[in-house]
C-alpha cells in the first residue's frame, strides 16, 4: 500500500457531531490517504454512523471494540498507520478542505520537521464561528512556549511523521490531560516544529464543564511533563501555563468562558452568537456589569 497520509480519529460517543467531522476527510483536495477511525467502546449510536460510512468509502479503515481510554486509542491507531505521515482529527471537529494537500506540502518541502499544526477557526456547538486563534510559527518560538508548558500546536490541527513519532515512544499513558505536550517536547527534542499560518481546521468548543479535581489535575500532569522534558534536557525548565482548558463546575469558571467566548464573537463580528453568549453571561451573573455590557454591545453595537 503506497498511501502519502494516514488521519487517525479516535471516536468516543460523538453522534452530534461525527458525520461533519468524517465528511470534511473525506473531502480534502488531497486523496491519496487512508482514514483510521477507531470506535472506542461508543454507546450513543455513534457505531451505525461509522459503519454507514466505511461501507461508502474504501478508504476508511474502521475498527470497533470496548472503551480503553483516549491515549491507548491514538496508540492504537498509530501501529495500524500505513503512511509515512500522520493527520490528526477529532470526532467533533472540522478539517477545511485544504489542510491535508497544505501540510503535505509543507511537510516536502520541509524535511527536518517532524510535525506540523495550523492556525484553527474556533466554532461552538452550533457551527458558530467564534475567532481564529493564531499560534507561533517557527520552531524557536514554539519550543519557547512549549518548556514552560503551553501547548501552542493544537492537537486535532497536527501532521507528524510517523517514523519519528515511533522514535520517540509515541503517547505516554502517565500523561493523560496533557498527552499532546508531552509528545510535542519529545519530538522537538529529535527534530522542527512549525505551524502554518493560515486557519486549517475548524475547532469546536463545547459548554460541557469538567469537575475542578480534573482541572487541577491537568495542570499538575503539565508540570509532571515539564519536569520530566527538563531532566531528558539537563536544563531546568520553568513551568507557567496554570490556565485551564475548559471550564469546570464552578459559576466563575463558566461565567469567565462564557464572557470569552462572547466577546470573541463580537469582535469577530458574529452578532448571533455574540448576543448568543450575553444572555447567557446575564442569566448566570445578573449583577455583573460586564455580562451586561456584552449583551449591549452585541446588541447595539454589531450589524
Avoid at 455513534?46 to 472503551?67: C, F, K, M, P
Avoid at 491507548?72 to 501501529?79: H, I, M, P, Q, R
Avoid at 493564531?134 to 511523521?161: F, Y
Wanted: charged share 20%.
Amino acid at each position: 500500500m503506497n498511501i502519502k497520509i494516514s488521519v487517525v480519529m479516535p471516536v468516543y460517543n460523538a453522534k452530534k457531531y461525527i458525520q461533519s467531522a468524517i465528511e470534511s476527510i473525506l473531502n480534502q483536495t488531497f486523496t491519496d490517504f487512508e482514514f483510521i477511525i477507531i470506535n472506542d467502546g461508543s454507546t450513543d449510536g455513534t457505531l451505525g454512523i461509522l459503519e454507514a460510512y466505511a461501507q461508502q468509502d474504501l478508504r476508511i479503515r474502521l475498527i470497533s471494540r470496548e472503551n480503553k481510554g483516549l491515549v491507548e486509542t491514538l496508540n492504537e491507531g498509530l501501529g495500524l498507520a500505513n503512511a509515512p505521515l500522520i493527520a490528526r482529527m477529532d470526532a467533533d471537529d472540522i478539517a477545511l478542505p485544504i489542510r491535508l494537500q497544505e501540510q503535505f506540502d509543507f511537510l516536502t518541502l520541509n524535511p527536518d520537521t517532524v510535525c506540523v499544526g495550523s492556525f484553527f477557526e474556533v466554532i461552538n456547538e452550533q457551527n458558530e464561528g467564534l475567532t481564529v486563534l493564531e499560534s507561533p510559527v517557527t520552531n524557536d518560538d514554539i519550543q519557547a512556549n512549549l518548556i514552560k508548558g503551553h501547548t501552542v500546536l493544537c492537537h486535532p490541527t497536527v501532521m507528524m511523521r510517523t517514523a519519528a513519532v515511533l522514535e520517540v515512544g509515541s503517547y505516554k499513558d502517565q500523561f493523560y490531560l496533557v498527552e499532546d505536550l508531552d509528545l510535542w517536547l519529545r519530538l522537538g527534542e529529535i527534530g522542527m516544529l512549525a505551524n502554518i499560518p493560515k486557519p486549517l481546521l475548524k475547532y469546536r468548543v463545547l459548554e460541557s464543564s469538567v469537575s475542578s479535581i480534573a482541572g487541577a489535575k491537568q495542570v499538575a500532569t503539565a508540570k509532571s511533563v515539564i519536569n520530566d522534558a527538563s531532566k531528558r534536557r539537563g536544563v531546568k525548565l520553568v513551568f507557567e501555563a496554570t490556565e485551564h482548558w475548559r471550564p469546570n463546575e464552578t459559576v466563575e469558571s463558566r461565567f469567565s468562558f462564557i464572557m470569552k467566548y462572547g466577546w470573541w464573537a463580537f469582535n469577530y463580528k458574529n452578532k448571533r452568537a455574540a448576543i448568543f453568549y450575553g444572555k447567557k453571561a446575564v442569566r448566570l451573573n445578573p449583577f455583573s456589569q460586564e455580562s451586561w455590557r456584552l449583551l449591549f454591545c452585541a446588541l447595539f453595537k454589531l450589524a
